[in-house]
């Protein structure tokens, strides 16, 4: 069965609880229910996480190697900043979809640099929890066409 790992970097554990205004008001539980969802329908495994931590979040894309076929991220601020996250990625030889709530290129002009752009498939950005499903059809669809 294709299995698909979502990983969810810092602060992405307050969503819902803190600035709905940029946020909005789904929590990460319901998007992680929502991702459960969406794999149920569709047959595939998906496995949930967040983490604060770079160091954790680079343990875990390396354990993806031979356990998932491919990685939805959504590094948070990691994103403009994590040349360490950017090497992982490279190194595990795994599709991976870039995945942000916001359009990070409407807002602020550092959000703008996205260390995991050069080496994801590709990058979905600005449609908030609906991102998720969409990253996990974007996902599958490549992994179906490389099969
Ligand atoms: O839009 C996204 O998904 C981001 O990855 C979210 C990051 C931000 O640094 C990126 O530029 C874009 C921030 C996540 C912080 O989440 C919070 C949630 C609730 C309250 C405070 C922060």
């Not at 047959?43 to 491919?70: K, P, T």
């Not at 360490?84 to 703008?112: C, G, K, Q, W, Y």
């Not at 050069?118 to 992994?143: E, K, N, S, T, W």
């Amino acid at each position: 069965m294709t299995s698909i790992l979502i990983l969810n970097g810092p602060n992405l554990n307050l969503l819902g609880t803190r600035q709905p205004q940029v946020y909005g008001h789904t929590t990460l539980a319901d998007i992680e229910a929502l991702c459960h969802q969406k794999a149920a329908a569709l047959e595939i495994g998906v496995a949930f996480s967040q983490s604060n931590s770079e160091g954790a979040l680079i343990d875990m894309l390396h354990a993806a190697r031979g356990s998932h076929d491919g990685v939805i991220l959504n590094a948070g601020a990691y994103t403009h900043s994590s040349i360490a996250l950017m090497d992982a990625i490279a190194s595990i030889e795994l599709p991976v979809v870039e995945l942000h709530l916001s359009n990070i290129h409407a807002r602020e002009a550092f959000r703008h640099k996205s260390y995991i752009a050069p080496v994801a498939i590709g990058q979905i950005c600005g449609f908030g929890a609906a991102g998720y499903p969409l990253a996990i059809d974007a996902l599958l669809g490549h992994l179906r066409a490389n099969a």
